[in-house]
T-cell receptor
């Protein structure tokens, strides 16, 4: 089955630790995205990548980092510099020109 | 800068009633794309529709319909004869990207409308 997988579904982290969220897609999509969702809020764009080995900052990139070494993978690292990391993180992908973004099931990160 | 406003934070109706979710957007571009997504309790976003700024025709898909009016910068979503399974958070989103198809640079989302359909 084609789709986007995110792991883990729930993640707990101690304050001051870096943590990496996984996002994998087998849809052969060129573009991938990371969004953050807070309770009662819409999604906000963290980073996006339109092609391998290239990525761009979104609206709230501070405290986050990404890599895009493979077309199918776009991991997000939440660093200790992110002051309020507890949130629901959603990964998405799309083909160039389609406009429609397909979303993964999300990772809920809680900082203890 | 682009912005999407969904003024209705929460709507509660009884099953079989019709319900309209409002979406108002702001953009400086003449070419843009509008989207609606559904987020059920599981959390995963489900794509419902994409509309480009040059196509103002209303669209109907089963019980769902969308009304796009450039004059009022609105892209409203109506569910006819609502069902309990329609309960979810619905997001309206905008892309100003000129890249064909829109969305290549990411989407700007509204805060969402939580729709509750009571049996």
């Amino acid at each position: 089955d084609g789709g986007i997988t995110q792991s883990p579904k729930y993640l707990f982290r101690k304050e001051g630790q870096n943590v990496t969220l996984s996002c994998e897609q087998n849809l052969n999509h060129d573009a991938m995205y990371w969004y953050r969702q807070d309770p009662g809020q819409g999604l906000r764009l963290i980073y996006y990548s339109q092609i391998v080995n290239d990525f761009q900052k979104g609206d709230i990139a501070e405290g986050y980092s990404v890599s895009r070494e493979k077309k199918e993978s776009f991991p997000l690292t939440v660093t200790s510099a992110q002051k309020n990391p507890t949130a629901f993180y959603l990964c998405a992908s799309s083909t160039q020109g389609s406009g429609e973004q397909f979303f993964g099931p999300g990772t809920r990160l809680t900082v203890l | 800068a682009q912005k999407v406003t969904q003024a209705q934070t929460e709507i509660s109706v009884v099953e079989k009633e019709d319900v309209t979710l409002d979406c108002v957007y702001e953009t400086r571009d003449t070419t843009y794309y509008l989207f609606w997504y559904k987020q059920p309790p599981s959390g995963e976003l489900v794509f419902l529709i994409r509309r480009n700024s040059f196509d103002e025709q209303n669209e109907i898909s089963g019980r769902y319909s969308w009304n796009f009016q450039k004059s009022t910068s609105s892209f409203n979503f109506t569910i006819t004869a609502s069902q309990v399974v329609d309960s979810a958070v619905y997001f309206c989103a905008l892309s100003e990207s000129m890249y064909s198809g829109g969305g290549a640079d990411g989407l700007t989302f509204g805060k969402g409308t939580h729709l509750i359909i009571q049996p």
